[in-house]
């Protein structure tokens, strides 16, 4: 995605990680900008192959950054609720965890 300031490639396994042969998906976040009219700010954020761009839109360049970093957080989550492990290497050594952010 063009305009990122954030990016991560994630390993996505079926049961527990290093069980399988993973597949890899890239988390992408933008850089937040300023509609034309000024009056709102938007982000973009993907997950690779699995969802396309969205744009998430808030008050000012945080809003919106936080919104979208809250969407892929749901996205991880959903792959987490679907049973699937995810992890920043592709033997799965390394448990990928957002847990940390707002």
């Known amino acids: 995605m063009k305009g990122a300031i ?4 994630i390993f996505v396994f079926e ?3 290093g069980g399988s042969s993973p597949r890899r998906l890239s988390l ?3 850089t937040p900008e300023r509609s034309p009219a000024g ?13 396309r761009p969205q744009t998430c839109e808030g008050r000012d360049s945080v809003e919106s950054l ?3 970093v809250e969407r892929a957080k749901g996205w991880l989550a959903e792959l987490e609720a679907g049973g699937f492990a995810l992890a920043r290497d592709r033997a799965g050594l ?3 965890a957002m847990r940390f952010l707002p």
């Open 39 to 51: 009056d709102v700010w938007s982000c973009r954020v993907a997950l690779a192959d699995l969802h």
């Open 6 to 9: 954030a990016s991560v490639e």
């Open 15 to 17: 049961g527990a990680a």
């Open 66 to 68: 936080l919104h979208a």
């Open 28 to 30: 992408v976040i933008g």
């Open 94 to 96: 390394e448990p990928l």
